[in-house]
């Protein structure tokens, strides 16, 4: 039986099966990984295609929460793939919102929140209390 069996034959099922074997070890251990990679090359192309706008009006609310949600999203899309430590997520969104105070006391300041609170128990698996929720608007 193994003289029937030729060295193109035996290497292409020796590939075929490798590559099985490696693409099953990404899907067991590595998943997390593989799809936040795989999402942040999506919104990339995405984004360029849709062109989302760089610069909101200052003067329109819902142009700056749009433009806030956008960018928390990016933002913790980004400590996802950099596995960042709960304080240091806390830190990096308190930066962003400190940019739009003037969305805080609005109705967008509960919308904002909502996003950030599923965002990283989505994304980061990092859930956060309503006292560091309340936290990142006076940070």
């Known amino acids: ?11 292409y099922s020796m590939t075929t099966i490798l590559v099985i074997y490696y693409a099953t070890i990404l899907a067991i251990y590595y998943r997390r990984q593989v799809f936040s990679y795989a999402r942040s090359i999506l919104t ?13 009006d200052p003067n329109n609310l819902f142009d700056l ?13 980004e400590a996802a ?8 997520l806390i830190l990096s969104v308190q930066i962003v919102l400190k940019q739009y ?4 006391g609005t109705a967008f300041q509960l ?7 599923t965002n990283t128990e989505n994304q980061c698996f990092i859930t956060l209390s309503d006292d560091e929720l309340n936290m990142l608007w006076n940070g």
């Open 65 to 77: 929460a749009s433009h806030l949600a956008s960018t928390l999203r990016l933002k913790i899309e």
């Open 101 to 104: 105070q003037k969305l805080k």
């Open 44 to 56: 990339k192309t995405n984004r360029k295609e849709i062109g989302i706008r760089q610069e909101p």
């Open 1 to 11: 039986m193994l003289k029937s069996i030729s060295w193109s034959q035996l290497i």
């Open 81 to 88: 793939n950099r596995n960042l430590v709960r304080e240091e």
């Open 111 to 117: 919308a904002i929140t909502n996003l950030v609170e």
